[in-house]
């Protein structure tokens, strides 16, 4: 990640160093949080539009590791939003069950993206040109909502960066329910 980028997400890190200390209520250790990755999202695109590529290697870097690493902050922290309004609060067994079917429907999308994700843990490179130079053409008809995680900018989308953005924000969250469940079995 280049430098310029990698400082936003130290900055961001300690924002939810912060959010995650203050003695509030989680909904609101949420919403800040949130609030962060969406500010600092806005930073990098900005950022991204102004000073361009210099080249290929350095936009497939943008849309393969630092948009996706920003993005799955906000999807982390949507992840958790949802579970906090749906989860059965008052029902240790609905608790464990509801927390068992996040992990479903996780590993429902691992897998349903096996190849992908593969490709993506093994650390190949050979078609990053295909997944993460912009294309409009090849996936507008594909993601006509334009990116579900950082809205409708279509001038910085890639093929692929959402599928990894989606990704980093379920392992991120996986942590998080393995956690949940632990305190489960403890109680």
């Not at 909904?27 to 806005?42: H, N, P, Q, T």
Request: proline fraction near 4%; include cysteine; aromatic fraction near 16%.
């Amino acid at each position: 990640m280049l430098p310029e980028y990698q400082e936003y997400y130290q900055l961001l890190l300690a924002d939810f160093h912060y959010h995650e200390n203050e003695k509030k209520a989680e909904m609101k250790m949420i919403e800040a949080c949130f609030r962060s990755s969406l500010d600092c999202w806005g930073k990098i695109g900005n950022l991204a539009r102004k000073n361009g590529f210099r080249d290929e290697s350095e936009e497939i870097g943008f849309f393969k590791e630092v948009k996706p690493t920003f993005g799955a902050c906000l999807g982390y922290y949507r992840f958790r939003y949802h579970a906090l309004l749906f989860v059965p609060a008052d029902n240790p067994g609905e608790m464990r069950r509801f927390w068992h079917w996040e992990e479903k429907k996780m590993q429902r999308f691992f897998d349903d993206n096996r190849e992908f994700c593969a490709y993506l843990r093994d650390g190949d490179t050979r078609r990053d040109k295909e997944y993460f130079l912009r294309c409009p053409s090849a996936f507008a008809e594909s993601r006509p909502w334009g990116d579900s995680i950082h809205g409708l900018e279509t001038d910085l989308l890639s093929p692929k960066d959402h599928l990894v953005t989606i990704i980093k924000a379920y392992d991120r969250y996986g942590k998080f329910i393995e956690t949940k469940l632990l305190n489960h079995l403890e109680a």
